[in-house]
């Protein structure tokens, strides 16, 4: 269902940038689940190239039951750019999840109109993958911008209405790291280190995805591959 939006991603990667492979730790690129009644399969993709330190991407297939793409763009820590986020999620065709973003990594106004500005003509170019849901997992004021798509939708949407979304939201994303000017001061670099350490680590702590990859590929695999790859800058809690 949303092999397209890999593709998609893949080839604006390609055509855009000099990437090169990232490597993915032993065990965790590709797992296939033998529980229950559907086979699933999670496979991951990273690259980085010199402006984006770290591009992961993941596709989590169990056929009918649930189809995920998820997928995180990580600057150079030389950018105080938000990072670019992507998780498409459909279970059963029925429930279709699909939240997009420009991820900020600080909250305040003169980040918001630098970077968080721009995205509200796009937010308001797709009222229909703008919903204002409530967040149970997440701060919806923390890592999220006020200009993501964020909906629950049906299938025909997805199929109709979020390429075109995706694709403009990835161009604008890939005018302001053109645009962006590196950080020269130590401190200010340091300042993006933490505040992208800051966001693994958040992240990794709250991801509703733990419980459905410790389901499919047990607790053990779940908890590396939430540590080891996704939020690799996490620390576990001990
Ligand atoms: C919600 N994301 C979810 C849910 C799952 C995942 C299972 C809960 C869906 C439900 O309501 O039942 C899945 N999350 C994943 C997967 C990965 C992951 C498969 O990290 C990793 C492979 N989540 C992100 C990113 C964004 C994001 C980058 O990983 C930003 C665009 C957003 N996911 C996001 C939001 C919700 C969600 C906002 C709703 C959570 C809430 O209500 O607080």
Known sequence: MYKPFVKHLENELFNRFNLQNRAIPAGLELK?????????????????????RKIRYTYIDAGESAQIFNSVIYPNHHYDLPLLG?????????????VLDFQPLFQDDAY??????PLK???????????????????????FSKYLLFAKTDAETVATRLL??????????WQMLDEA????????????????KDYDQYSAERDPASGLFSSYFGHEWAERFLYGFLFEDAVPLA
């Open 32 to 52: 296939v689940s033998d529980r229950g009644r559907n086979p699933a399969t999670i496979q991951s993709w990273c690259y980085q190239c010199p402006q984006l």
């Open 86 to 98: 992507v998780d498409f999620l459909s279970f059963g065709k029925i429930k279709n999840l699909v």
């Open 112 to 117: 918001q109109r630098k970077y968080i500005e």
């Open 121 to 143: 003509f796009l937010h308001a170019k797709y009222p229909d993958l703008a919903q204002n849901l409530e967040m149970k997992f997440y701060d919806a004021n923390q890592y």
């Open 164 to 173: 075109a979304a995706f694709n403009d939201y990835l161009n604008l994303y």
């Open 181 to 196: 000017e590196p950080l020269q001061d130590p401190e200010d670099i340091a300042r993006i280190v933490k505040a992208q």
